[in-house]
């Protein structure tokens, strides 16, 4: 009796194994995307509208940039829909995409305690901004991730002529984590916060956290897509993967980015050519 | 007459027969201790041999030597002629220790454990078995929420199932009440009856009176006195011997 | 802290609303782990008994390997495992990354070690005590072991149980290799983690609520079947 159960739970797993294996078989593309993106709930919004025309299933899987590309260059993906521009050209350069597209914009802002230690409010220039964090040694929290919106980071800390990682463990703190998991621990510590609106909209931890820089040309913030090359890791599946870029550099998809709305705000701005 | 019957009335010819269990030479130390010395002994085919002896005069430790549950260091222990091996141990004999170690089933699953490693499983055997020992009743009950002479007596059908012919049993009785001993020595009346040899380690005198059909003494790891019952209680062999049946002699 | 207080109230309202979502995702944190403690259980039991009962040179070293691989990071188990299983890797033919069973694979791989190292330690236990009865009746390693397993299996339930605590609660390696998809890949601990990034942390401590009601529940099954099992003297 016993033996017989033991072979029934053998076979029964073995079962679930199979039957697991198969829906991950469905007609469907992986998409390597950035936790922004994902996490603003755009995807939710308009993916659906996708897969009824298509049937294509779309699934996201929500990195930072920096990893995405890692991914995508693994073969682990096939669409690549992330914000960092020179790493996305690199990238298609390097044989590994086909061509990258724009897609949509938004910004970046720095957020901030109520009191502003550094006294940034209102301001609309990010590097004079920094410059201050970084005089009046008020905490900052950074990714420290190499994702798309650390990149940006590091490029303004550049125009700035400041090294912050000198300082890094003191008022410098790379939390090596994602955009919410960053602002989460920024707004645990006080710290000022790089992040992009889509993600700050949405963030429901915001304490007393404000909007404190922003409207500056320096922090702007393209979004761009690109199908991974099907010559470098032929199990992509081209075909379905186009289509989803097609749709989404389309009027259809275009729309759909601009209607998408969260507390009567646009999180996402079309700009596809 | 039964064949059994026509065995024990044959225990006046044993000497012409060969043993059925020898050792030769038997040396075991542990601990830096020499608990057996040298040690020669010949056990007859039939009847009971009670192993007697002080605490610690290494009486535990000469059974499972001459089961071969334990290897000594120098020595041999023969069984029908041939040096013990593992298969004959497996297919020949059995052993019943002081604490009985009973599987965590039913009363009914330790028999048949036994009976299908012998290829013998057989539901009519099981039942028989635990009819001779007074358990039918309890055929389907946890073996281990028995009572101690209860499981004592299931440890001894157990070692029945295996159907051996010499069945080895270490102070079987030293943890049970009076009434439960007398149970168990019963069933070991019985079962050498029944034509099995039983070698049994006990330090109770009155038990070896009831049982033996010969005594081994042993003290300090040597063998003082191998003597049929009768000439054990009247005439023993060495003098320290009385000394311990009238409880001067310790270790 | 309010967070404690709607945590609480969130987490009653999901589970009476029988959210679609949220039982989806339950029920894919069961399989994914009930699965890998089953594919554990049937090499790590054996394996510990194993390595419990048989006597060979080199048994002191397989016993120290096992108990550190007790202390693996899931972050370490589930890049391993990606990197297996990614296109890239020497698996990527099997097309399993970002699937379940990619995440099965990761959690077996994390708790057999545990579910080994626990059954060497109970088994050795027991193999004590029948060590005797085992000679004296000539059984076979086989045989040994699979008495063993056996008469063992109340307390292996809980070895399983171990397992299971460790795979359900684990967040880490599925991460990485499940990906956290939406309705394919999105378990329990995945969940918390994605609603913590949104900083929705009430929504996150609720989950977390109801995931250790869960694990409660588990608990409490294995443990009457235990106490049953000591009523009846076979623990």
């Known amino acids: 009796m016993i033996k017989r159960q033991f072979v029934q739970s053998i076979i029964a797993g073995m079962a679930l194994c199979f039957s697991v294996a198969a829906v991950a078989a469905d007609e469907s593309i992986i998409v390597q995307s950035t936790t922004s993106t994902a996490n603003s709930g755009l995807y939710d919004a308009i993916l659906p509208q996708f897969t009824e025309k298509t ?73 004079a901004s920094l410059k201050k964090i970084a005089e009046s040694q008020s905490a900052f929290a950074s990714r420290g991730d190499n994702s798309g919106t650390h990149k940006k980071e590091v490029a303004l800390w550049k125009a700035a002529a400041i090294d912050p990682t000198a300082d890094s463990g003191k008022w410098y703190r790379e939390t090596g984590s994602g955009m919410g998991a960053t602002l989460n621990a920024g707004v645990g510590m006080g710290a000022y916060v790089l992040t992009d609106r889509a993600t700050w909209i949405s963030f429901k931890n915001k304490g007393d956290y404000n909007i404190l820089v922003e409207g500056s040309d320096a922090l702007f913030n393209q979004y761009g897509i690109m199908l991974v090359n099907p010559e470098k890791h032929p199990n992509v599946n081209a075909e379905a993967g186009q289509t989803f870029i097609d749709w989404i550099l389309s009027e259809e998809g275009q729309n759909a980015i601009a209607a998408y709305q969260l507390d009567g705000q646009q999180l996402f701005f079309p700009n596809a050519k | 007459m039964t064949e059994a019957a026509v065995r024990l009335a044959d225990i006046g010819g044993c000497a012409a027969v060969a043993p059925l269990l020898s050792a030769r030479g038997l040396r075991f130390s542990a601990g830096g201790q020499t608990l057996i010395r040298d040690l020669d002994l010949h056990f007859s085919n039939h009847g009971i041999s009670v192993v007697m002896g002080p605490n610690g005069a290494g009486k535990s430790v000469l059974l499972r030597l001459l089961h071969g549950v334990l290897k000594a260091d120098a020595g041999e222990v023969h069984y029908a002629g041939r040096v013990l091996d593992e298969e004959t141990r497996r297919r020949e004999q059995a052993m019943v220790f002081q604490r009985p170690v009973l599987l965590r089933r039913s009363v009914e699953a330790n028999i048949n454990y036994v009976l299908k490693l012998h290829g013998k499983a057989d539901a009519g055997r099981c039942q028989a078995l635990l009819e001779q020992v007074g358990l039918a009743a309890k055929l389907r009950q946890p073996a281990r929420a028995l009572s101690g002479g209860e499981q004592q007596r299931l440890a001894f059908a157990r070692a029945l199932a295996a159907e051996p ?53 042993i003290h300090r790891g040597e063998v003082l006195a191998q003597q049929s019952a009768d000439a054990f209680f009247d005439r023993p062999a060495d003098p320290r011997i009385e000394d311990y049946l009238s409880g001067r002699l310790v270790l | ?44 039991l054996p394996l510990g008994a194993l390595l419990a009962t048989a006597r060979f040179p080199g048994r002191q070293f397989c016993l120290l390997l096992v108990n550190a691989l007790m202390g693996l990071p899931p972050v370490v188990v589930g890049l391993m495992v990606y990197l297996m299983l990614s296109n890239a890797g020497p698996l990527g033919w099997l097309r399993l990354l970002y699937s379940p069973a990619a995440m099965i694979i990761a959690q077996t791989i994390l708790i057999t070690p545990i579910i080994a190292a626990l059954t060497a330690q109970v088994i050795s236990d027991y193999e004590r005590e029948y060590r005797e009865l085992f000679r004296s009746m000539g059984l076979g390693l086989r045989q040994r072991i699979l008495t063993l397993l056996f008469d063992a299996r109340y307390s292996l339930m809980t070895v399983s149980l171990a397992g299971f605590g460790r795979a359900v609660a684990e967040v880490g390696a599925v991460m990485i290799v499940g990906g956290n998809i939406d309705h394919l890949t999105r378990v329990m601990t995945t969940s918390i983690a994605l609603e913590t990034s949104k900083g929705d942390l009430a929504l996150a401590l609720a989950l977390g609520v109801v995931l250790m009601s869960l694990a409660l529940l588990v608990n409490a099954l294995v443990m009457t079947t235990r106490l049953t099992a000591k009523r009846m003297a076979h623990d």
Not at chain 2, 168 to 184: G, K, Q, W
Not at chain 3, 4 to 19: E, P, W
């Open chain 2, 165 to 217: 012919r010499l069945l080895f049993l270490d102070e079987p009785t030293a943890n049970l009440d009076p009434n439960a001993s007398a149970m168990l020595e019963d069933l070991m009346l019985g079962a050498a009856a029944d034509g099995i040899k039983l070698i049994c380690v006990s330090h109770d005198a009155g038990q070896a009176r009831r049982l033996a059909t010969e005594v081994v003494f």
């Open chain 3, 1 to 44: 802290m309010q967070d404690f207080g709607s945590a609480f109230t969130l987490a009653f309202q999901l589970v009476l609303n029988a959210d679609a979502d949220l039982i989806e995702i339950i029920l894919l944190s069961l399989k994914v782990s009930l699965t890998a403690v089953l594919l554990s259980a049937l090499i790590g």
């Open chain 1, 55 to 127: 049937g294509i299933q779309v699934n996201v899987v929500a990195v930072g940039t920096g990893q995405a590309i890692k991914n995508a260059m693994n073969g682990d993906g096939d669409v690549l829909f992330v914000h960092a521009k020179p790493s996305e050209e690199k990238f298609v350069a390097e044989g590994y995409g086909v061509e990258r597209f724009d897609v949509m914009y938004n910004d970046f802002i720095i957020v901030g305690p109520a009191d502003d230690p550094a006294g940034v409010a209102g301001s609309h220039d990010a590097v």
